[in-house]
């Protein structure tokens, strides 16, 4: 399932939108599945929660975070998570507040995924410059570069703004 979730998003963040349908389809299904103790484990929600989000079915995905975030509420990835279907679906003032939450956290090991979160909510409520602002602060505070930040679907609404790609241009060594 998570080699399915890992292609989804490479297919979708290389401009393969059906395709990414069509595996995050299957990814489901194959989570759904499995059998209910496997399931329904915390990890399999997660990555059901994801495929719904890639296939745009925002408010289940937002019905699975939020089961998880109430079971886990210091759990900075499904608050960041809620924030970012807020911003999908309209809902600015409750994504700015999700994001005013986490900018509150004072997890001294968080490494900057609190403000990565932010910088992914600014990005999808059209707030590009205050959005490559927070994921360099995030970067400052610890967080590391992968291969993950070109293919994060969060911050699909940057890639065509010119600080963002600066930001996101590969260097070398």
Known sequence: ?????????????????????EMSERGLGLVRSFPLEEAESELNRGRRAAFLTLLERWNEARAVYEKLAAEQPDDVNYQGALGTLAARLG?????????????????????????????????????SERAV??????????????????????????????????FARPRGN
């Open 133 to 166: 602002s927070l994921l360099r602060e995030s970067y400052g505070e610890g967080r590391y570069f992968t291969l993950a930040l070109h293919r994060d679907y969060d911050l699909e609404p940057l890639r065509d703004d010119p600080a963002y790609q600066e």
């Open 1 to 21: 399932a998570q080699i399915m979730l890992v292609a989804a998003v490479e297919l979708r963040a290389h401009g393969h939108r059906e395709a990414s349908f």
């Open 91 to 127: 809902h600015e003032p409750e994504a700015l507040r999700i994001s005013d939450e986490l900018e509150g956290l004072n997890d001294p090991y968080d490494f900057g995924r609190d403000t990565y979160w932010q910088a992914c909510i600014a990005a999808l409520v059209g707030h």
